[in-house]
Structure formats: structure tokens, C-alpha cells
């Protein structure tokens, strides 16, 4: 499995943002989808995470109320939509998938089997 991450950029605080991540295979509507970050001198820090059919969602405590994660199976792809951004959500944002579908509400990144490149998110003030 591959996943694609896109959609970083540059935004001014207060802006919003769209994350897309794109994975190939078939089995892609079994996985729990995830996000996480990592800003720099920082250790990798849990978003976001939706189960298979997007009945389930989780958050990051920073980021509740602010980010919305969801999924389109038909198009394999997970979403992360960013509102209210701030200076500190600057970092680089991973996609993750947990391929046993079981660990609904997972936020260590050792449960997840695959990841994606990374897509830099940069929020000025």
C-alpha cells in the first residue's frame, strides 16, 4: 500500500487548509485512516483518525473543534480539513493507515503499518 499525501502550503493564521491523502490498493475501506504531524524539534504528535466507514472519528486534543477528518472509500482517499489554523500547527503532516481496521481510536504511531511522504503545512502570523 502507498499512500499520497497533498495539499500543504502556505497560509496566514486564521486560514484554513485541505489535506488529501491517496492510497492505492484495494483493501484501502478496511484501514483506519489517520494523521499526524511533526513540527520541527518536535516528536511526531497524533491529529486525526477516522474508522472505516467514517461513522468514528478521534482527535488530537489541540485540534478538536478545528480539524475535521473524513474519507471518501470510493476514491481512496482521507481528508483533513484545517480551520482557524495557528502559528503552532506549522509542521509537516503525515497520512497513516492501521491495515487490521481493529484499533478504532489509536493515537501511537507504532500501530500504524503505513505512511505516507509527508505534506508541509505553514501557517504564518
Known amino acids: 500500500v502507498q499512500l499520497q499525501a497533498s495539499g500543504g502550503g502556505l497560509v496566514q493564521a486564521g486560514g484554513s487548509l485541505r489535506l488529501s491523502c491517496r492510497a492505492s490498493?484495494?483493501?484501502?475501506?478496511?484501514?483506519?485512516m489517520a494523521w499526524f504531524r511533526r513540527a520541527p524539534g518536535k516528536e511526531r504528535e497524533f491529529v486525526a483518525g477516522i474508522n472505516w466507514n467514517g461513522s468514528t472519528t478521534f482527535y488530537g486534543d489541540s485540534m478538536k473543534g478545528r480539524f475535521t477528518i473524513s474519507r471518501d472509500n470510493a476514491k481512496n482517499t482521507v481528508y483533513l480539513e484545517m480551520d482557524s489554523l495557528k502559528p503552532e500547527d506549522t509542521a509537516v503532516y503525515f497520512c497513516a493507515a492501521d491495515r487490521s481496521g481493529l484499533r478504532i481510536g489509536s493515537k501511537h504511531s507504532n500501530e500504524y503499518d503505513y505512511w505516507g511522504q509527508g505534506t508541509q503545512v505553514t501557517v504564518s502570523s
Open positions: 490498493g484495494r483493501t484501502f475501506s478496511t484501514y483506519i
